[in-house]
């Protein structure tokens, strides 16, 4: 049976009003973001939601402040009316899906184009790299950074991805105002860093980690996965294998780094994917380690045609 349908909110200040009057209440609330496009992974979210909060959020926002434009933005998947079928699939539903059109349209008090197009310039002759949301010009200039975490893998291939996720999480926070916050370890780093931010920055919200969950050959879920042809669809699964054979090497007291890492690279390569990184961080740390003596996790992003994939394990020796 379906559930209730839930109360669709575009506007923050609609959406801060609902909060405050359901916390008067004495329940809690609790937050799962996503982009969209949603899958069992994201589900898996909303179930782990419901064993914890009186009352759940989804967020449904595209980011364009986590995305360079010569990333995929603009062909990001979308289907908004399959999302809330498939939120109603899950019981108990979800009570409120926060949709807005721009959380970065500040109305009058913006300062404007201007600043924004001086902050590019600046930042030009800088960093050199700009995210969507400043290409647009809508006079954001306040970054959140989570400054070690952010500096390896998915931060070194996609310069302004965690100043964007760490900023946009942060007001999802300020404006939902949950109790608890829900994130899968699909992307582990980002999981990562959004409880060294909420730690550091004294939110007080409870970061929930959620185990990944994978198609039955494997594959991680993804809304990417929509856009991989059927062959690259194939040949990504060597990224799964090859993990899992070199968790299986480690437990087997296979240690060296260098060598499993090799593995996966090889495998991948040889399916004909394009590796962006396969690197073996502590877990909590995420420095990179070259002898395997406690809690890792092996992460990988490669390209499979035009899409980017990422995957992990975590390995306990
Ligand atoms: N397979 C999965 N298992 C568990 N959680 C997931 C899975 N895929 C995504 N999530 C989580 O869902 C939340 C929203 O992710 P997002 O909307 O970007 O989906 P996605 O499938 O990761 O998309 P992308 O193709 O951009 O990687 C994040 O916390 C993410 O870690
Ligand atoms: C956390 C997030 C919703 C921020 O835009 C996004 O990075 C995602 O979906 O993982
Ligand atoms: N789940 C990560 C969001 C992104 O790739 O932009």
């Known amino acids: 049976m379906e559930a209730k349908e839930p109360l669709i909110i575009r506007d923050k200040s609609q959406m801060r ?25 994201h589900l898996s979210l909303l179930r782990e939601a419901h064993k ?26 979308s289907d908004f009316h399959g999302d809330i079928k498939k939120l109603m699939s899950v019981p108990g539903g979800v009570d409120v899906v926060f949709h807005p059109h721009n959380l970065y349209d500040y109305g009058s008090s913006g300062c404007g184009d201007g600043v924004e197009r001086e902050v590019r310039r600046e930042k030009e002759g800088g960093e050199g790299v700009v995210s969507c949301l400043e290409e647009r010009g809508l006079g954001h200039e306040t970054w959140v950074r989570v400054e070690r975490l952010e500096k390896g893998m998915c931060g070194k291939s996609r310069p302004v991805f965690f100043r964007g996720v760490a900023t946009v999480v942060s007001k999802l926070f300020n404006i939902v105002d949950p109790d608890f916050a829900f994130f899968g370890k699909k992307d582990y780093q980002q999981w990562r860093i ?29 809304s990417r996965n929509v856009h991989l042809s059927p062959e690259d669809r194939k040949k990504a699964l060597s990224i799964n294998q090859s993990l899992s054979k070199a968790k299986c090497a480690a437990e087997k007291g296979l240690v060296n780094c260098t060598v499993l890492k090799n593995s996966v690279t090889i495998a991948i390569l040889e399916a004909g994917g394009r590796i962006d990184y396969a690197e073996i961080v502590d877990q909590e740390s995420l420095e990179a380690v070259d002898e395997i003596k406690g809690a890792v996790v092996f992460c990988v992003a490669a390209w499979f045609g035009k899409v980017r994939l990422i995957d992990n394990l975590e390995i306990n020796v």
């Open 194 to 222: 959004i409880r060294r931010m909420v730690r550091d920055l004294d939110f007080s919200i409870e970061v929930i980690g959620v185990e990944m969950v994978r198609d039955d050959d494997g594959l991680a879920m993804s």
């Open 17 to 41: 009003q609902w909060s405050r009057s359901m916390r008067a209440q004495g329940k809690t609330i609790g937050l799962v973001p996503t982009m969209g496009y949603l899958h069992e992974g």
């Open 52 to 77: 914890q909060t009186h009352l759940t959020v989804v967020s449904i926002y595209v980011n364009p402040g986590q995305f360079t434009p010569s990333e995929d933005l603009s062909t990001y998947p």
